[in-house]
Structures are given as C-alpha cells and as structure tokens.
Antibody, heavy 116, light 106 residues
Framework: QVLLQESGPGLVKPSETLSLTCAVS?????????WSWVRQPPGRGLEWIGE???????NYNPSLKSRVTVSMDKSKNQFSLNLNSVTAADTAVYYC?????????WGQGTPVTVSS | EILMTQSPATLSVSPGERATLSCRAS??????LAWFQQKPGQTPRLLIY???TRATGIPARFSGSGSGAEFTLTISSLQSGDFAVYYC????????FGQGTKVEIK
C-alpha cells in the first residue's frame, strides 16, 4: 500500500515561492511511475499541476508551466513542488497523487493560503 | 492538451433513483478515464478506472461505460451517501480533470 504525505507552509506571501514536499512510503519513487501534484481552490474543482517520473522526466500543466518546478529527492523517497510568483489565485488545497498500476493514490492534502 | 467536459454541472435526484453523469474528451483517450467521488473536506475517492472497472470496495450500483471520447458514470439507485461531487479524469496524456458534476438531493 503506497502512502503519500504532503508537508509545507500553510501561508505564503504574494510574489513569493510556494514549496511543498510529498513523502512516499510503501513504494519507491524511482520506480516506473509518474508522481503528480493536484490542487483545488476553495469551492472549486481539481486542477492538475504537473508530474515527475521515477527517471526524472517532468510534465507541466501549460497554464502553470512558466511558474512550476517539480523535482525529486531519491535519497529521501520524496518529491517536491515549487510554484513561484504566487498570488491569491494560488490559494488552494494541494494534493500529491500517483497512478500506480491500476489504482490512484492521494495524499490527504495540505491547505495553502497566499496572503500578506 | 486534452480538455474534459462534464455534464450536467448539477444533477438533482431523489434517493433510490438513477443518476447518469457524462464526460466528454476533446480527443480520443481510448479507455484511459477514471471517475472520482468527492465529499466536502475529503480527498477524492476512486470509483472507476479504465472507463468501466470498479475500484476495490466500490458498490456494484456504480458503473462506468464508454471509450474514445464519450464516457458515462451511472449510479443505479442513489443512496444518501452518494450525494457528492463527481469528477472524471483522463490519464491518457498527462492528466486533465473535468469540472465536476454535483449530485444533490431533489
């Protein structure tokens, strides 16, 4: 059973960088899988942010591509999200997630507020 | 980029009735489609993957169908715990979510 756990600041100032980490247990982040970030603004739907493969390749949502970086730390079996130049529109619950074999795994989500 | 369109945005259904939710892709995604249920304050729950395969522990009243670009989620007899928001997700090329269908009590 793969478990995902997000961590990071719950409050970020406008124009700064939002940084979150997802710790993976029960599976190797170096495996042939894609590890994703998804967000959900208050009262709104789910938005895919981007993903990283166990081999290091990345893909990003075109609408966020200029501000997003997803990276991984194999030694810690975790992957990370950096979103720069944040505004209030980036306030959301951020989830890490993965599709492994035939199922989907999600972290419990971490709320992030962008405010001064 | 693949766009996903769900309809209707809101579906009002009485308990015990059938609910039919639709999801359309902007291009063929084969059967690379999943359905999730989300209740307020909760993580999305996987219902269906590969367009028509129920996830572990999902009751038989939930069924998925379709392939290519047109997909349907049917809940055969709505129970009180089924009133929630439902999202489709294509995973054929990156990920794209539909905007969601809220199933509410009529």
């Amino acid at each position: 059973q793969v478990l995902l756990q997000e961590s990071g600041p719950g409050l970020v100032k406008p124009s700064e960088t939002l940084s979150l980490t997802c710790a993976v247990s029960g599976g190797s982040i170096s495996s042939d899988n894609w590890w994703s970030w998804v967000r959900q603004p208050p009262g709104r739907g789910l938005e895919w942010i981007g993903e990283i493969h166990g081999g290091g390749n990345t893909n990003y949502n075109p609408s966020l591509k200029s501000r997003v970086t997803v990276s991984m730390d194999k030694s810690k079996n975790q992957f990370s999200l950096n979103l720069n130049s944040v505004t209030a529109a980036d306030t959301a619950v951020y989830y890490c997630a993965a599709r492994i074999h035939l199922s989907f795994y999600w972290g419990q989500g971490t709320p992030v507020t962008v405010s001064s | 980029e693949i766009l996903m369109t769900q309809s209707p945005a809101t579906l009002s259904v009485s308990p015990g009735e059938r609910a039919t939710l639709s999801c359309r892709a902007s291009q063929s995604i084969n059967s690379d489609l999943a359905w999730f249920q989300q209740k307020p304050g909760q993580t999305p729950r996987l219902l269906i993957y590969a367009a028509s395969t129920r996830a572990t522990g999902i009751p038989a009243r939930f069924s998925g169908s379709g392939s290519g670009a047109e997909f349907t989620l049917t809940i055969s007899s709505l129970q009180s715990g089924d009133f929630a928001v439902y999202y489709c997700l294509q995973y054929n090329y990156w990920w794209t979510f539909g905007q969601g269908t809220k199933v509410e009590i009529k």
